[in-house]
């Protein structure tokens, strides 16, 4: 079930057109060009946390966000499920991000990590609520049936930032309780433009809290915070 439940972002472009009359004498014919948007920073893959301080991780794998994106799958994520798209497949991350992140392996599970740099920061008050809001979804994909449960946690305090803790367990459709389906946490925390997000799935044991905010101390030496 792990390898079918994958957070998808879909990123969109735009292009615009400009034509005139024929027969016009046009001394400027174009319009001024719109002002540039500022690009948003790179993040170093020094502002993830080293491999030691994942307790029992090994076989780590590292990634580019952007070229993460580019190769997700984007049909899962179209899969309309009443507006909860971006709870089920846990998407805190916009289209306008720059980052580094991270895989390991840990017993019992994996853990993950992503710190990013966006001009579109999420607002994790409001995904909290809309959390609460598709706290128990049902989807329905080529896959097959999956059922979704949030439950938005407690978070841990930062100073002059956003946090949000949650755990998302994943079955089938009349799973027996003896058979606990997929569990993922997610910790998440945010102040102007940076994002890190920490996740674990299975049953690793990890105070995923105290790592989330070990991240978040971490990155802002390599980020210039």
Not at 71 to 96: F, M, N, Q, Y
Not at 154 to 174: N, R, V
Not at 176 to 193: C, F, K, N, S, W
């Amino acid at each position: 079930m792990a390898a079918r439940i994958r957070a998808l972002v879909v990123s969109a472009a735009a292009a615009a057109t400009i034509s005139s009359l024929p027969g016009e004498s046009i001394q400027a014919a174009a319009a001024p060009p719109p002002p540039a948007v500022p690009a948003v920073p790179a993040v170093p893959p020094a502002a993830l946390l080293p491999p030691e301080t994942v307790p029992k991780a090994s076989a780590r794998d590292g990634f580019d966000l952007g070229t993460a994106l580019s190769t997700a799958d984007r049909a899962e994520s179209r899969i309309d499920v009443g507006g909860c798209e971006d709870v089920v497949h846990g998407r805190l991350i916009g289209s306008t991000a720059t980052g580094q992140g991270f895989q390991s392996a840990v017993p019992g599970g994996q853990v993950s990590e992503l710190v990013t740099r966006t001009t579109n920061p999420p607002d994790l008050t409001a995904w909290a609520a809309q959390a609460a809001r598709c706290s128990k979804v049902t989807v329905d994909d080529a896959a097959g049936t999956t059922v979704s449960t949030v439950t938005v946690q407690p978070a841990p305090a930062i100073p002059s930032a956003k946090t949000l803790s949650y755990q998302q367990l994943l079955t089938l459709p009349g799973q027996p309780p003896e058979l606990p389906g997929l569990r993922l946490r997610t910790v998440a925390i945010a102040a102007d433009d940076v994002l890190v997000v920490l996740r674990d799935a299975g049953t690793t044991g990890l105070d995923l809290d105290a790592l989330a905010v070990a991240a978040w101390q971490h990155a802002a030496g390599p980020l210039g915070r």
